[in-house]
């Protein structure tokens, strides 16, 4: 697969509350495994952390496909994940 893969890194945030960040349009696809914590998305900026919204349930991992439309990307605060693009 190495000819395949572009970039990919571990991180680990810790914010101490909800944090929603942007996701540009990007023309690869992305795959994130957590190992603690959850990742939502949604494709609208609507929806805070803690009320109803068009948020999707809740995931350990995600994959995020080619794009042309942005996207948010929430997590509770505490994340710890690797991401492979």
Do not use: K, Q, Y
Not at 7 to 35: I, K, M, Q, S, Y
Not at 52 to 64: D, N
């Amino acid at each position: 697969m190495r000819p395949h893969i572009v970039n990919h890194l571990g991180f680990r945030t810790d914010f101490g509350a909800p944090r929603r960040r942007p996701e540009l349009p990007a023309g690869f696809v992305a795959l994130v495994f957590t190992f603690d914590g959850d990742l939502w998305v949604s494709r609208t900026a609507d929806g805070p952390v803690g009320t109803a919204g068009p948020l999707r349930p809740a995931s350990p991992a995600l994959i995020s496909g080619p794009r042309t439309v942005p996207a948010v990307g929430v997590h509770a605060g505490e994340v710890h994940a690797w991401r492979c693009t």
